[in-house]
């Protein structure tokens, strides 16, 4: 991936966060990241998202906690907006 590509996209990818939950530290841009390509995977190859949940049952308990996590910071985020 080219450099200034890399970096324009980490900037919307920063922003995406920010307007999404209200912060945009690298810890809450990688879950943005993770439930964002998880959440187009699960609408457009669902039986990809069951049998990567058959094979890592582990891994989508932490998916699920970390939607659970990003969905509470924006109802947050967005109660505090108002």
């Not at 200034?4 to 530290?25: H, M, P």
């Not at 190859?45 to 509470?72: G, T, V």
């Amino acid at each position: 991936m080219e450099k200034v590509f890399a970096e324009q996209f980490n900037a919307l990818l920063e922003k995406y966060s920010e307007l999404l939950v209200g912060e945009s530290g690298a810890e809450t841009k990688e879950k943005v990241k993770a439930w964002a390509l998880y959440s187009h995977i699960a609408k457009s190859m669902p039986a990809l998202i069951n049998h990567w949940s058959s094979l890592y049952p582990d891994a989508r308990e932490e998916m699920k906690q970390m939607i659970q996590e990003i969905k509470q910071l924006n109802e947050e985020h967005r109660k505090s907006a108002k």
